[in-house]
């Protein structure tokens, strides 16, 4: 077990053991008994004065804030051209009581609402983009909201604001405030000017969650869709996180699909480089999936 201490930030690792580009879904049981000595599948985290993290896995994490426990896009299965190129934390039935699910759009590795329409409670709040609550409903979820950048929804004293992004289809990113403190989770946006806004807005963010596989198409004259590593630090230089924490960059769409269709510009290590170059004042750490970071 690693341990990592900062002034405002105890990180408790749980380790993996192996990761491939094209590794099954896979739970080791070694794990799950480390994760359950700090967390509880039933109650989740119980500190409203802390915000917790936990990576599960890709762009899938649990963000405790407020004592309050969302979850982010949901992927928790794989299929032909879609490796999460690391082992998953967890899966689906061992989520803690969700108070609500944030999802940035709607491509199957950040939106897996077929695996998800499972879930029972049928009626946890999901804050979606405009034009997706059509898909959460038919999956028997009830309690949908629809948000464009700027407008927010306060529930249990958590407050999700949709910030802008820019991918291949329609995305919003989010800022998850309770209390004093906030968390920014980055979605796949690319690196826009409208992202700029998000200091002025918000000018104390304790917790920064990045994609940072710089994803390309090759068809398309490697046409961008995700912000690569560095722009990823060059962005935690403007926006001033506390802390940062890379996900969505062990990804693969597997032999063919990698070496003709997508293109990548970024992984975890190059983040923490570029932030120790670009953002000083940011604490970066990598977490394996099923590591989980508290930030007090
Ligand atoms: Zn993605």
Request: aromatic content about 12%.
């Amino acid at each position: 077990m690693k341990h990592i201490k900062i002034p405002f930030a105890i990180g408790i690792a749980f380790f993996l053991h192996s990761c491939s580009a094209t590794s099954k879904l896979t739970v080791p049981s070694v794990r799950e008994a480390d994760l359950q000595k700090k967390y509880n599948y039933e109650t989740g985290f119980n500190n409203a004065d802390t915000i917790n993290f936990i990576r599960i896995g890709h762009a899938t994490t649990l963000i405790n804030i407020g004592g309050k426990t969302i979850l982010t896009d949901p992927w928790f299965s794989e299929k032909k051209g879609y490796y999460r190129g690391e082992p998953i934390a967890f899966l689906q039935d061992k989520l803690p009581l969700l108070s609500m699910i944030v999802v940035s759009h709607h491509h199957y590795d950040h939106f897996d609402i077929e695996t998800f329409k499972t879930y029972p409670d049928k009626n946890v709040p999901f804050i979606v983009p405009v034009g997706v609550g059509k898909k959460v409903k038919s999956a028997g979820f009830s309690n949908v909201y629809e948000i464009d950048p700027w407008q927010s929804v306060t529930i249990d004293g958590v407050k999700v604001t949709a910030c802008p992004a820019k991918h291949k289809v329609k995305e919003i990113t989010f800022m998850i405030e309770a209390g004093n403190r906030a968390v920014y989770f980055g979605g796949d946006t690319k690196l826009i000017p409208e992202l700029n806004e998000i200091k002025t807005r918000f000018p104390k963010i304790d917790l920064a969650i990045l994609s940072v596989n710089g994803l390309k198409i090759r068809p398309m004259f490697n046409k961008q869709m995700v912000m690569s590593a560095v722009q990823a630090a060059e962005f935690c230089a403007f926006i001033n996180p506390k802390v940062a924490v890379p996900i969505h960059y062990n990804f693969s769409g597997g032999k063919f699909k990698d070496l003709f269709i997508l293109k990548y510009d970024g992984n975890a290590q190059e983040f923490a480089n570029a932030t120790t170059v670009n953002a000083p004042k940011t604490k970066t750490f990598i977490l394996e999936t099923g590591d989980t970071l508290s930030i007090h």
